[in-house]
């Protein structure tokens, strides 16, 4: 059996020689193999994920080194793994999965904890201390607190953040003094957790970018994209299950309101087209009276409605009539008193 060496000619340790092996039969075992960040994630909540994804996700922690010569030996039998080398920076560890990697990315998202903040870090978020009571008795605390721009108030004996404050935005250096006002308050703005960076399935390297997904948004997407596939489907009339109704009715319509322009009588048609002839007849009898009221026979001239112009001024006739008769009736009165 050849004894490996590094590249000085020394021998590797045998315990390395294991690792690699073992990372190399892994690699081989499993379709999908991923990578991900250990810097910010500890050893228990690493713990709490591998008994959440026992028999489903297996995470592999090594040497960045023994990690890249896995992968280089690993070409063999899966063609581009050894890519996946360039995205190894850091602390990081191997997730080896038979399942899809955007499935299991989204279960590591959805399964992140609340943190402390630790001095040095950089904000994932904008960090927000809200109004209220802190719950601290007044002292010391109120320079604290001022200190990193929370404006305060005494009431009730408390110590109270006078409004919302912003206290460090997304992507800035979190300070020594924050973090500990932060853990203080008892705000822990931090989520910790693993995401897959990075993963290798079927000859293809997804990026982070490629395997997060935002399932309302695809959800919104995929709605987006019905309505506008049935609205064209509608608009060019082309049969399906969900247009077939609607355009049988628009075929019905159509052919209902022609039958009526052209004066077709069928069983559907013919009621409405006698309305309609009678609309017109009694419009155009109006026109006929207004220029000459003795043009058409009496019996006609019932049937036609009066205009409202006309119908205005016999009311306004009537208000004059009825004033006047008050009036008379006043005077009639007063000239009994006296007569």
Same mark, same amino acid.
């Given at each position: 059996?050849?004894?490996?060496?590094?590249?000085?000619?020394?021998?590797?340790? !045998?315990?390395? *020689? %294991? #690792?690699?092996?073992? +990372?190399?039969?892994?690699?081989? =075992?499993?379709?999908?193999? /991923?990578?991900?960040?250990?810097?910010?994630?500890?050893?228990?909540?690493?713990?709490?994920?591998?008994?959440?994804?026992?028999?489903?996700?297996?995470?592999?922690?090594?040497?960045?080194?023994?990690?890249?010569?896995?992968?280089?030996?690993?070409?063999?039998?899966?063609?581009?793994?050894?890519?996946?080398?360039?995205?190894?920076?850091?602390?990081?560890?191997?997730?080896?999965?038979? !399942?899809?990697? *955007? %499935? #299991?990315?989204?279960? +590591?998202?959805?399964?992140?904890? =609340?943190?402390?903040?630790? /001095?040095?870090?950089?904000?994932?978020?904008?960090?927000?201390?809200?109004?209220?009571?802190?719950?601290?008795?007044?002292?010391?605390?109120?320079?604290?607190?001022?200190?990193?721009?929370?404006?305060?108030?005494?009431?009730?004996?408390?110590?109270?953040?006078?409004?919302?404050?912003?206290?460090?935005?997304?992507?800035?250096?979190?300070?020594?003094?924050?973090?500990?006002?932060?853990?203080?308050?008892?705000?822990?703005?931090?989520?910790?957790?693993?995401?897959?960076?990075?993963?290798?399935?079927?000859?293809?390297?997804?990026?982070?970018?490629?395997?997060?997904?935002?399932?309302?948004?695809?959800?919104?997407?995929?709605?987006?994209?019905?309505?506008?596939?049935?609205?064209?489907?509608?608009?060019?009339?082309?049969?399906?299950?969900?247009?077939?109704?609607?355009?049988?009715?628009?075929?019905?319509?159509?052919?209902?309101?022609?039958?009526?322009?052209?004066?077709?009588?069928?069983?559907?048609?013919?009621?409405?087209?006698?309305?309609?002839?009678?609309?017109?007849?009694?419009?155009?009898?109006?026109?006929?009276?207004?220029?000459?009221?003795?043009?058409?026979?009496?019996?006609?001239?019932?049937?036609?409605?009066?205009?409202?112009?006309?119908?205005?001024?016999?009311?306004?006739?009537?208000?004059?009539?009825?004033?006047?008769?008050?009036?008379?009736?006043?005077?009639?009165?007063?000239?009994?008193?006296?007569?």
């Amino acid at each position: 059996m050849a004894i490996a060496v590094t590249k000085q000619g020394r021998p590797v340790p !045998e315990h390395k *020689v %294991k #690792i690699v092996d073992e +990372l190399v039969d892994l690699i081989k =075992k499993h379709k999908v193999i /991923a990578l991900t960040k250990m810097d910010t994630i500890g050893a228990h909540q690493v713990q709490r994920l591998r008994n959440m994804l026992r028999g489903r996700v297996l995470i592999k922690m090594a040497k960045n080194t023994l990690m890249k010569i896995a992968l280089n030996k690993a070409k063999k039998f899966k063609p581009g793994i050894e890519k996946l080398a360039d995205y190894i920076t850091g602390s990081c560890a191997f997730v080896f999965t038979n !399942e899809n990697p *955007v %499935k #299991i990315n989204l279960f +590591l998202e959805r399964n992140k904890a =609340k943190a402390p903040a630790k /001095a040095g870090q950089t904000a994932q978020n904008d960090i927000i201390v809200p109004e209220g009571n802190t719950g601290l008795p007044p002292g010391p605390v109120i320079s604290e607190l001022n200190e990193v721009g929370i404006p305060t108030k005494v009431q009730s004996g408390s110590v109270w953040v006078a409004k919302d404050t912003v206290v460090c935005k997304k992507g800035e250096k979190i300070s020594r003094k924050l973090a500990l006002v932060l853990s203080r308050l008892g705000i822990e703005p931090m989520e910790v957790g693993l995401s897959l960076h990075a993963a290798y399935d079927d000859g293809v390297i997804f990026t982070e970018e490629e395997l997060t997904i935002h399932p309302e948004e695809i959800k919104q997407q995929i709605q987006t994209a019905h309505i506008e596939a049935f609205n064209l489907a509608l608009n060019a009339t082309v049969p399906t299950t969900d247009t077939m109704p609607i355009l049988l009715q628009k075929a019905y319509s159509e052919a209902i309101n022609l039958s009526i322009n052209a004066c077709i009588p069928t069983k559907e048609t013919l009621p409405y087209i006698l309305s309609k002839a009678h609309v017109e007849a009694t419009s155009l009898a109006s026109k006929i009276l207004e220029i000459k009221p003795d043009a058409l026979p009496s019996e006609v001239v019932t049937t036609v409605p009066q205009p409202v112009e006309k119908a205005e001024v016999k009311e306004e006739e009537k208000k004059e009539e009825k004033k006047e008769e008050e009036e008379e009736e006043e005077e009639l009165g007063l000239g009994s008193l006296f007569g």
